[in-house]
């Protein structure tokens, strides 16, 4: 793909809200772990000392929280809602400062992390540094819970990851030349080997359940729309970053088989986005939406530019109407629409297990 001079930054960026939980259930019941960025980080980045950009600004976190708490969202993510559908209260945040408190689960997500180090470098807690984090989780769980306890704590959970597109969309965001080093191919085993490897490690410590999602054509956010107009005019979806996400999902549940033969007792859940979105964005009206394209919240063209809370930016009317409420994150209700598939969805979109079905093993 040619390379654009845009100066839109794009971190995947998520959440942060702490609300005290109405019911608190042991881990008896399932607990959950959450790996990955924005879309599922619920306010870590919050409590970096990077200069990576938090989202704890006003309009994010307007419709639910009615305050923003560091998730890129109007509202609740998607695991907000699988927390909810398995009857747990918010998973607290790793960061949360003072926070000892692990035996529902922990949010491990970094908005901008991606499975490679060096994507969004120093700004962010990558992927393997979510293990690392995970790992001393576990050690201290060790010392108050004892190894019995912890052990059937961790092979009940489910392990939830969103991780990927920053991979692949922040080179064409940020001018790099990464891609230019790689076959297209080789770069996908890179992204694909480090999120195997990462499970692997869980899998050592005792997790069994894991959850994971195929990418959405990232191709055809708003913030990857608007660099399509800049870059050539033309307003369709960029096809460059589509390309290297339709890989990733096809390397992915081979990948994923691979492991379950290697991993006596490992189970899994793959939820197909890429399906899922590309029927949203194909015939919105027919799940609600009325805006596909244009993102809610942000500047330039198509609001494409993750500028929302700042200085410069426009705000939509009415967000239900809105699939993505920035450049690249999908709004409240949208999240909800994509946890329903993967708790309780049908095999054709989520394989071979559902999250609910998971829990339950």
């Known amino acids: 793909m040619g390379s654009s001079r845009s100066n839109i930054l794009c971190f995947l960026m998520l959440c942060a809200s702490f609300l005290v939980p109405t019911s608190c259930h042991s881990y008896s019941h399932g607990a959950l772990f ?37 998730r890129a969202s109007d509202g609740r993510l998607i695991p ?30 970094s908005g901008g992390a991606g499975a490679l180090v060096e994507t969004n470098q120093g700004l962010i807690m990558d992927l393997k540094t979510q293990l690392s984090n995970f790992k001393n989780m576990e050690k201290q769980l060790r010392q108050k819970l004892g190894a019995s306890e912890v052990k059937t704590l961790l092979s ?18 940020t001018n790099s030349t990464v891609l230019q080093s790689y076959s297209k191919k080789e770069y996908v085993r890179m992204v694909i080997g480090n999120i195997t490897t990462v499970i692997q490690e869980i899998y050592k410590i005792g997790g069994r359940k894991f959850g994971l999602s195929k990418l959405l054509p990232l191709g055809c956010p708003p913030i990857s729309r608007a660099l399509e107009i800049v870059r050539t005019g033309g307003s369709g979806c960029m096809e460059e970053v589509t390309v290297l996400a339709k890989l990733h999902n096809r390397a992915l549940p081979k990948a994923l088989k691979e492991l379950k033969s290697q991993l006596k007792g490992c189970t899994y859940s793959i939820f197909d986005a890429y399906t899922a979105g590309t029927a949203i964005f194909n015939n919105p009206s027919k799940y609600g939406f009325e805006e596909v394209k244009m993102a809610c919240c942000g500047s330039g063209p198509l609001r494409g530019s993750i500028t929302c809370g700042h200085k410069v930016y426009q705000l939509c009317d009415n967000v239900s109407e809105y699939f993505f409420f920035d450049g690249i994150h999908p709004t409240e209700k949208a999240n909800y629409q994509f946890a329903k598939l993967m708790w309780d969805g049908s095999p054709e979109i989520v394989k071979p297990y559902n999250l609910k079905t998971l829990f339950e093993k």
């Open 156 to 173: 009940t959970a489910v392990y939830m990851f969103s991780i990927g597109s920053n991979d692949y969309l922040v080179p064409f965001i």
């Open 34 to 70: 959450i790996f990955g960025d924005s879309f599922y980080d619920a306010g870590n980045n919050i409590y970096l000392n990077t200069n990576v950009p938090k989202l704890n600004i006003f309009p994010y976190g307007e419709t639910y929280f009615k305050h923003p708490t560091g």
């Open 80 to 109: 907000d809602f699988i927390s909810e559908f398995a009857k747990l209260p918010f998973i607290p945040l790793y960061l949360l400062p003072g926070n000892k408190q692990f035996t529902n689960g922990v949010n491990f997500a």
